[in-house]
């Protein structure tokens, strides 16, 4: 039996908040976690929505029945099978959009890119391989994959503004993960800003407003 591969074009699927144009002051990218799609995940978001401020959230381009052979629906960005293909893809896929919409924006517009629990990894992977401007990173609930060479991108990610905002009773963030981040830190060189909030697996509105007034 011998593998083969074919590379085929697939539609994916976005949604907004906002409308494009020069008045436009910040664009944030923001990424769901697994088994969310794009439009729950967006509501999170509506805060936002303020006439300055545009928000793109794509959606995994792998959806599943979330219970059974029917009923909800749910993304995922990738699985292990054919992982780096998957990851290829999705990098190719946000940076498509990420251009599509500053080609219509001021210059100086501010670009937020927020990943949330497996969106966090993402768009480190996609940063990392396509290195596109931005100004802030955003992991929410979510950790810096640990497969990646940060050492080696420390000059490109030394300008921009590198979050991590965690629930203390998030179940994914153990305190055993979160050492291996300063490790990584530590080796790399590279700084994450850590904040942790009360609550568990989310984003609380107010978390999220007080995020939004820094980074103004």
Same mark, same amino acid.
């Given at each position: 039996?011998?593998?083969?591969? !074919? =590379?085929?074009?697939?539609? /994916?699927?976005?949604?907004?908040?906002?409308?494009?144009? #020069?008045?436009?002051? @910040?664009?944030?990218?923001?990424?769901?976690?697994?088994?969310?799609?794009?439009?729950?995940?967006?509501?999170?978001?509506?805060?936002?929505?303020?006439?300055?401020?545009?928000?793109?959230?794509?959606?995994?381009?792998?959806?599943?029945?979330?219970?059974?052979?029917?009923?909800?629906?749910?993304?995922?960005?990738?699985?292990?099978?054919?992982?780096?293909?998957?990851?290829?893809?999705?990098?190719?896929?946000?940076?498509?959009? !990420? =251009?599509?919409?500053?080609? /219509?924006?001021?210059?100086?517009?501010?670009?937020?890119? #927020?990943?949330?629990? @497996?969106?966090?990894?993402?768009?480190?992977?996609?940063?990392?391989?396509?290195?596109?401007?931005?100004?802030?990173?955003?992991?929410?609930?979510?950790?810096?994959?640990?497969?990646?060479?940060?050492?080696?991108?420390?000059?490109?990610?030394?300008?921009?503004?590198?979050?991590?905002?965690?629930?203390?009773?998030?179940?994914?963030?153990?305190?055993?993960?979160?050492?291996?981040?300063?490790?990584?830190?530590?080796?790399?060189?590279?700084?994450?800003?850590?904040?942790?909030?009360?609550?568990?697996?989310?984003?609380?509105?107010?978390?999220?407003?007080?995020?939004?007034?820094?980074?103004?």
């Amino acid at each position: 039996m011998e593998q083969h591969k !074919l =590379n085929v074009s697939k539609t /994916a699927q976005y949604y907004t908040l906002g409308q494009p144009g #020069l008045h436009i002051r @910040q664009l944030w990218i923001v990424c769901h976690g697994y088994a969310q799609l794009a439009s729950e995940f967006l509501q999170d978001f509506l805060q936002l929505d303020n006439g300055h401020t545009l928000v793109v959230a794509p959606e995994g381009m792998n959806h599943f029945y979330k219970k059974g052979f029917s009923g909800p629906v749910g993304a995922t960005w990738m699985t292990r099978h054919c992982r780096e293909d998957e990851i290829a893809d999705n990098g190719a896929y946000l940076e498509s959009l !990420l =251009n599509r919409y500053v080609a /219509a924006l001021s210059p100086d517009v501010r670009i937020v890119i #927020l990943g949330f629990s @497996q969106g966090t990894a993402t768009v480190c992977r996609w940063i990392l391989r396509y290195h596109p401007h931005f100004h802030d990173l955003v992991l929410w609930a979510g950790m810096p994959p640990e497969d990646l060479d940060y050492q080696a991108h420390k000059d490109y990610l030394a300008d921009k503004n590198l979050y991590l905002l965690y629930g203390s009773d998030d179940p994914f963030l153990t305190p055993d993960r979160l050492a291996q981040l300063q490790e990584m830190e530590a080796n790399s060189g590279v700084d994450f800003e850590e904040k942790s909030f009360s609550g568990g697996h989310e984003i609380p509105d107010a978390v999220l407003r007080d995020l939004f007034q820094k980074l103004n």
